[in-house]
């Protein structure tokens, strides 16, 4: 336990993707609730739509009150759309560095390594083995030096509408466009532009997305619209 750093600079450090010590009292006791209320919440039984919610306020300590129940399971799943679905196991580092927006579906054993943000975007499919690490280590031995060293971050953004594949990897920095798919097992070592598949270690941009299911919404919207 690193007890000679100055707690309010070196969390300032981490949130800015700059180097800091991870291992001071103030982010070991940080990283302890959040395992502690992930492991409540991996070990829970079957759990209720709102159950769900309440675990995920516990862990990201989120603040905002739930809405009042409602009278069906199919309208609470509508009433709490902002908080994720999650099949469990789930690991997550601090909880306090991850947004998610409306209607997210997390599948089994996503790790999520929140030293930065992490934003992952309304209507995301997130595929069973998934794993975002925003943390990242000095690559230099002497620098880097056990858990005495630093180490240091950078945010990783996931668009709306998009679906990740089992097993990928999202590498520190990376922003990844609305309306995007990944394949499954690609590491995402760079950004990738709105509306493209991408696949493969490291991803690569496969093609783009031709949306045709909009256009022909919008066409067939438009001639309804007409012969009325």
Aim: net charge neutral.
């Amino acid at each position: 336990m690193l007890t000679h750093i100055d707690e309010v600079e070196n969390l300032a450090l981490m949130e800015r993707g700059e180097l800091y010590h991870a291992f001071t009292p103030q982010l070991v006791a940080a990283r302890r609730r959040c395992g502690d209320a992930v492991g409540r919440f991996n070990n829970a039984g079957m759990l209720t739509r709102r159950q769900i919610a309440e675990f995920w306020k516990e862990i990201t300590q989120s603040s905002a009150p739930l809405p009042s129940p409602a009278a069906t399971d199919a309208e609470e799943n509508t009433l709490l759309h902002a908080y994720p679905w999650i099949e469990r196991p789930i690991n997550i580092d601090y909880g306090t560095n991850i947004v998610v927006g409306s209607n997210v579906f997390i599948n089994f054993n996503c790790t999520i390594l929140d030293t930065c943000l992490v934003s992952i975007g309304s209507r995301a499919l997130i595929g069973p083995n998934v794993s975002f690490f925003s943390g990242t280590h000095p690559v230099d031995p002497d620098l880097r030096n056990g858990t005495n060293g630093p180490e240091l971050g950078s945010r990783i953004t996931l668009g709306k509408d998009c679906w990740v594949g089992g097993n990928v990897i999202f590498l520190p920095g990376v922003t990844v466009g609305d309306g995007c798919t990944v394949g499954a097992g690609s590491v995402v070592t760079k950004d990738v532009p709105p509306h493209h598949v991408v696949a493969g270690n490291p991803a690569r941009i496969i093609r783009k997305i031709e949306r045709r299911f909009k256009a022909e919404q919008e066409a067939k919207a438009q001639a309804e619209a007409k012969s009325t």
